[in-house]
């Protein structure tokens, strides 16, 4: 995933007007959901609709990235989810549930025998993994390097692992997750890095709450997420303003860069008295490339 991708926002596969309110949210990315919004009586229905929309807006210039989230692997849904919306061409597949690496290279031989039927290149649809939903999943983390070309990113979720648990909640009074949810998250942010993919936060539920999600998206940026999943489109401005690499940032990195540069094959430089080395180059041209996307 692009690492300018810094909202993806989730509209039921089963409401037109949800889906055509998200494409003007600001959100960088929609996540057609054909899963957990969708009930069990109108999956075959939110396919038609979510394929009728998919054909409508994929061929517009200018829009948001569209993902679909189909039903888990075990569920005997995900086929036919798959049939319904892979001709319409949507960037990508986001894969709830994922039990490691095994289970993205499973998804990419069903999305590359639709797309050869398609008519569509092969690759073209990307995968995005949800890495936490379930206690096996845990285990998994670490092993998507290398599971498929297409995975371009990985989250991690806490409602599904809640009743996976059987944890009475997984935040606190305070609205901060609980420790086995704190350790998912932790272990997204490691998987991803050890895959050479971003990290993508997890959605913040409290959507009239301001206050805490920007807390919520501030803390992902310092440890290391690009990006943050909504479930409302009036959480998008704080998130991408979280996400949106600063002016002050930007010098400081330029700054950082410009110092190594001067000082060719440096390990470490001095800057106001600060000492830098190479993991701070390293962060400071992520920074960078981020910003200029």
Same mark, same amino acid.
């Given at each position: 995933m692009s690492s300018a991708v810094r909202s993806l926002l989730f509209v039921p596969g089963d409401s037109p007007r949800k889906m055509e309110k998200g494409m003007t949210s600001g959100a960088d990315a929609l996540i057609v959901d054909l899963e957990d919004s969708v009930g069990a009586n109108n999956k075959a229905g939110a396919r038609v609709t979510a394929a009728a929309f998919l054909k409508e807006t994929i061929p517009q210039a200018t829009r948001p990235r569209i993902y679909v989230r189909v039903n888990a692997l075990d569920t005997g849904l995900t086929d036919d989810d798959l049939d319904?919306?892979?001709?319409?061409?949507?960037d990508g597949i986001?894969?709830?549930k994922a039990e490691g690496g095994a289970s993205v290279t499973h998804? =990419?031989?069903k999305i590359t025998a639709r797309e050869a039927r398609a008519? *569509? =290149?092969e690759g073209h649809l990307k995968?995005?993994?949800?890495? #936490?939903?379930?206690?096996?999943?845990?285990?998994?983390?670490? #092993?998507? &390097?290398?599971?498929?070309?297409r995975l371009e990113g990985l989250t991690w979720g806490a409602e599904d692992l809640s009743a996976a648990l059987g944890t009475e909640t997984n935040r606190d009074a305070h609205g901060e997750f609980t420790e086995p949810f704190r350790f998912a998250r932790t272990l997204c942010i490691a998987g991803a890095a050890a895959a050479g993919i971003p990290a993508m936060d997890t959605v913040y539920v409290d959507f009239r709450n301001d206050a805490g999600l920007r807390?919520?998206?501030?803390?992902?940026?310092? =440890?290391g997420f690009t990006s943050k999943?909504?479930?409302?489109?009036?959480? *998008?401005?704080? *998130?991408?303003d979280v996400f949106t690499p600063s002016p002050e940032a930007i010098a400081a990195a330029e700054g950082v860069i410009?110092?190594?540069?001067?000082?060719? &094959? @440096?390990?470490?430089? @001095?800057?106001?008295?600060?000492m830098y080395d190479v993991p701070h180059l390293k962060r400071a041209q992520r920074l960078l490339s981020r910003a200029r996307r």
């Open positions: 319904a919306v892979v001709g319409a061409k949507p986001l894969l709830p998804l =990419d031989a008519g *569509i =290149d995968i995005l993994a949800l890495a #936490t939903e379930t206690a096996a999943a845990l285990f998994q983390a670490g #092993t998507y &390097g290398g599971s498929s070309p807390r919520e998206c501030e803390e992902a940026r310092r =440890d999943f909504a479930i409302h489109p009036a959480q *998008i401005v704080i *998130i991408n410009a110092a190594f540069a001067a000082q060719p &094959g @440096a390990g470490v430089v @001095a800057i106001g008295g600060v």
